[in-house]
C-alpha cells in the first residue's frame, strides 16, 4: 500500500515536472500559399530566427517555444478555419494575419479565445472593434496614406494625380486616405479607379491614365500589380511615378518591373534594417542568406514583445499578458514599443521611401 | 476616337489570349462532356516552361528574335501537350464511365495539385523575364492622344489568326478531325466503326493544352512576368468566354474570348474598371437567359 503511495506520488510529481517543461505554443499566420506567398515567407522567416533565438537563451519563463504556422493564403474564409485550428492546437501568442481582410474576421474568433495577437495589418478597422487582444506593431491606413497624400499634394504641385486602388480592404483603406489628404492639400485627383487584383492585363486602365495626361498614381492595393502597370505604362509610352503603402517594400517589384520600379515610392516605418540596436540580428539574417526586408524584422519583433511580455507579467495567462502588453514598453529589433487603448502603436512614424537601382532607401523630402 | 481605336486594340489582344484557353475548355467538353479545371493551370505550366526557356536561351546567347520565339514556342508546345496527356491519363481516364461529377472533382484536384506543385518547384515569388519584344509602332497622332500598338500585340493578334485557320482546317479536312467530330457525336458508335475512341480523346486534350501552351508564351512575352497563380483567372475568364460561346463551338470559343476582351477593355475606358467583371458577367447571364447554349451553340438534343 504504501509502495503504491508512494509510486502515485512520484507518478504525480513526474507529471508536475512535465507540465512545467510542456512547450509554449506560439503561432503565425498569413498567405504561405497563394498569390502573396513571398510575404508569408518573410513572416516564417523572421519568426523562425525569432524562436531559435529565443529558445537559445532559454526560452519564456523556463518554457521552450513552439511555432505553428497557419496558412490563410489572403482568403478571409480560410483566416477563419486558421484561426480555429490556432484555438485547438492552444496557442499563448499568434503573430498574424498579414492581409487586413484575413486579420479582422480571425481576429474575432482569437478574441473569444483569448488569445492575444500582434498583426502588421494596417486597416484602421483592425484595432477600431475595441477588442482587447489585438495589437497593431504597425502604422495605420490612415496615418500612412495622410503621410503619402501630404507628400504628393507638396512634392508634384500642379500634376495630374490619379487614386486607383484594387479593392481589397488593405487596398481600398488606404487609397481613400490618400484621396483624403490630397483634397485636405486643395489637391482634386483627375481619376479615382479599382481594378481587380490578380489579373494580368491593365492595359484598359494605363490607356485611360494616359487619355487623361495623368503623370503620378497614387494606389492602394500590393506590389504585384503596381509592377504590372508600370510594365504596360512603359509598353504605351506612358512614364508613370507610384506613390504606394508598405507593401511595395517587396523587392519582387522590382524583378517584375524592372527599371520602371525606380519610379515608385511609398509609405514605410523607419527601415529596421538601418536601426544600430538591429544590426546583430540583421547580420545573422544575412549569415542564413536571408535579406531582412519587409516584414521580416516585425516577426521577429512580434515574437520578442510576446518574451518580454510574459516574462514582464510572469505568466502567459491573457489577462496578465494583455495588461503588460497595454501598459509596457517594449525595446525590439524594429525600435520600441508602446501601445494605446487601441492596441495601436503610440508612435508610429511613417516615411517616404523610393525604389532606386534595386534598393529603397529614403525618398528626397 | 482615338482612345477608342486604342481600347479596341487592347481588347483585341486580351480577347485572342482568352479565346486561346477557351479553345481547350470547349473541345474537352464537346468530346467528353466535362469542363476540365485544370486548364487554366495548364496554361500556367506553359508560361513556366517558356519563362525557363526563354531563360536558357539566353544563356546560350541565342539572340536571334524569330528563331528565339519559334524556339520557345516549339519547347513549350511539346512540354505543355505532354501535361495534358499525362493529366488525362492520370486524372480523367480511370473515371470515365463513372458519374458526371467525378471527373469534374478530380479536375478541380488535379488543378490545385498543378498550381501547388509548380508553387514549391519554383517558388512563390513572381517570375520576371527582360522585355523580348520592345516598341511598337505608332498608328495615328492627335493632338491629345497617340495610339500605338505594341509588336507584342500584332504578335499575339497574327499568331492567333494564324492558328485559328490552321485548326479550322486541322477539323474540317483531316481524318483526325473527323474521328474528333465522330467521338463528339457518339463515342459507342464511334469505338464500334473501329477508331479509337481513347487515342482520339488522349490527341484532344494534348491540342487544347498546345493552344493554351501558345497563349502562355503570348502572355509571357507580353506581360513578362509570371506567378504560378495565373491560371486561376485566365482559366475562370477563358470559361466563361467558352460559355457565352457557346460551349462545344470552336469558332464558339473564340467569339466569345474576343467579346469579353472588348467588353473589359471599352468597359473600363468608358465606365469604371472597377465593375468590368460585373459587366462581363452580366452580359453572360443576358446571353445564356436568351440563348441558353450560347451565342453559337448548338441546343442539344436528348437523344432517346
Given amino acids: 500500500m504504501k509502495k503504491t503511495l508512494i509510486a502515485t506520488a512520484f507518478l504525480a510529481l513526474g507529471a508536475q515536472i512535465n507540465l512545467a517543461h ?247 516605418s523607419p527601415d529596421p534594417r538601418k536601426n544600430p540596436d538591429a544590426a546583430p540580428v540583421v547580420k545573422r539574417f544575412r549569415d542564413a542568406k536571408v535579406e531582412p526586408e519587409g516584414y521580416v524584422m516585425y516577426a521577429y519583433a512580434a515574437m520578442q514583445l510576446f518574451e518580454q511580455a510574459a516574462t514582464q507579467a510572469k505568466s502567459t495567462k491573457f489577462a496578465d499578458l494583455e495588461k503588460a502588453m497595454r501598459g509596457g514598453s517594449f525595446k525590439t529589433v524594429i525600435g520600441d514599443m508602446n501601445f494605446d487603448a487601441k492596441g495601436d502603436q503610440k508612435k508610429p512614424g511613417f516615411v517616404v521611401y523610393q525604389w532606386k537601382g534595386g534598393q529603397y532607401d529614403y525618398a528626397a523630402k | 476616337m482615338a482612345y477608342a481605336l486604342q481600347q479596341l486594340i487592347n481588347g483585341l ?48 546567347d541565342i539572340t536571334s528574335l524569330p528563331l528565339a520565339i519559334t524556339a520557345v514556342l516549339i519547347v513549350a508546345i511539346f512540354f505543355t501537350s505532354a501535361y495534358g496527356w499525362a493529366v488525362e491519363r492520370m486524372a480523367y481516364r480511370p473515371l470515365r464511365g463513372s458519374t458526371r461529377l467525378a471527373p469534374l472533382i478530380s479536375a478541380i484536384g488535379m488543378s490545385i495539385f498543378l498550381q501547388n506543385m509548380v508553387q514549391l518547384t519554383q517558388g512563390a515569388r513572381v517570375k520576371p523575364i527582360p522585355p523580348v519584344i520592345e516598341g511598337g509602332i505608332v498608328l495615328w497622332t492627335t493632338p491629345d492622344f497617340t495610339v500605338q500598338i505594341a509588336w507584342t500585340q500584332i504578335l499575339i493578334i497574327l499568331v492567333t489568326v494564324v492558328l485559328m485557320v490552321a485548326f479550322t482546317w486541322l477539323i474540317t479536312q483531316t481524318s483526325f478531325g473527323r474521328q474528333q467530330r465522330a467521338c463528339e457525336q457518339d463515342s459507342t458508335m464511334t469505338a464500334l466503326l473501329g477508331i479509337n475512341v481513347d487515342r482520339t480523346i488522349s490527341l484532344t486534350f494534348m491540342l487544347g493544352a498546345a493552344l493554351a501552351a501558345v497563349a502562355g508564351v503570348m502572355v509571357t512575352v507580353y506581360y513578362g512576368v509570371v506567378d504560378f497563380y495565373i491560371g486561376f483567372v485566365a482559366g475562370i475568364k477563358a470559361f466563361t468566354a467558352a460559355v457565352l460561346g457557346g460551349i462545344g463551338s470552336l469558332p464558339g470559343a473564340m467569339l466569345g474570348g474576343l467579346l469579353i476582351g472588348l467588353i473589359e477593355s471599352f468597359w473600363a475606358a468608358y465606365l469604371s474598371a472597377e465593375y468590368k467583371d460585373v459587366a462581363t458577367f452580366a452580359i453572360l447571364i443576358l446571353v445564356l437567359m436568351f440563348r441558353p447554349s450560347g451565342l453559337l451553340g448548338r441546343p442539344e438534343v436528348e437523344k432517346v
Fill in chain 1, 22 to 268: 510542456a512547450d509554449l505554443t506560439v503561432a503565425i499566420a498569413g498567405p504561405m500559399t497563394g498569390q502573396y506567398a513571398s510575404a508569408g515567407d518573410q513572416i516564417r522567416r523572421g519568426a523562425e530566427m525569432a524562436i531559435a533565438d529565443i529558445n537559445a537563451k532559454g526560452g519564456v519563463l523556463g518554457q521552450k517555444l513552439k511555432l505553428e504556422v497557419g496558412d490563410d493564403a489572403c482568403d478571409p474564409k480560410q483566416a477563419v478555419s486558421v484561426a480555429n485550428t490556432m484555438v485547438n492546437k492552444k496557442i499563448v501568442f499568434m503573430h498574424g494575419h498579414w492581409c487586413s481582410s484575413s486579420t479582422i474576421p480571425a481576429s474575432e474568433v482569437y478574441q473569444e479565445a483569448d488569445i492575444p495577437m500582434a498583426t502588421v495589418s494596417t486597416n484602421p478597422q483592425v484595432t477600431e472593434r475595441g477588442l482587447k487582444n489585438v495589437f497593431r506593431i504597425m502604422g495605420r491606413d490612415d496615418q500612412q496614406g495622410l503621410v503619402a497624400g501630404e507628400y504628393l499634394a507638396d512634392k508634384f504641385k500642379g500634376k495630374k494625380i490619379a487614386v486607383v486602388d484594387d479593392k481589397s480592404a488593405y487596398g481600398k483603406g488606404l487609397a481613400d486616405e490618400m484621396a483624403k489628404a490630397l483634397n485636405g492639400k486643395g489637391v482634386k485627383p483627375t481619376l479615382r479607379e479599382s481594378i481587380t487584383a490578380g489579373e494580368k492585363d491593365y492595359s484598359g486602365l494605363v490607356t485611360k491614365l494616359k487619355q487623361a495626361g495623368v503623370e503620378v498614381l497614387a494606389y492602394g492595393g500590393y506590389h504585384t500589380e503596381v509592377a504590372l502597370i508600370l510594365r504596360q505604362a512603359q509598353q504605351a509610352g506612358l512614364k508613370l511615378t507610384v506613390m504606394g503603402g508598405d507593401t511595395m517594400t517587396n523587392s519582387e517589384l522590382v524583378t517584375a518591373a524592372g527599371a520602371s520600379a525606380d519610379n515608385v515610392m511609398f509609405t514605410f
Fill in chain 2, 13 to 60: 489582344t486580351l480577347g485572342a489570349v482568352y479565346g486561346l484557353i477557351a479553345i481547350g475548355y470547349t473541345m474537352v467538353y464537346g468530346i467528353i462532356g466535362m469542363i476540365n479545371f485544370a486548364h487554366g493551370d495548364i496554361f500556367m505550366v506553359s508560361a513556366f516552361i517558356a519563362v525557363t526557356a526563354f531563360t536558357l536561351l539566353a544563356a546560350f
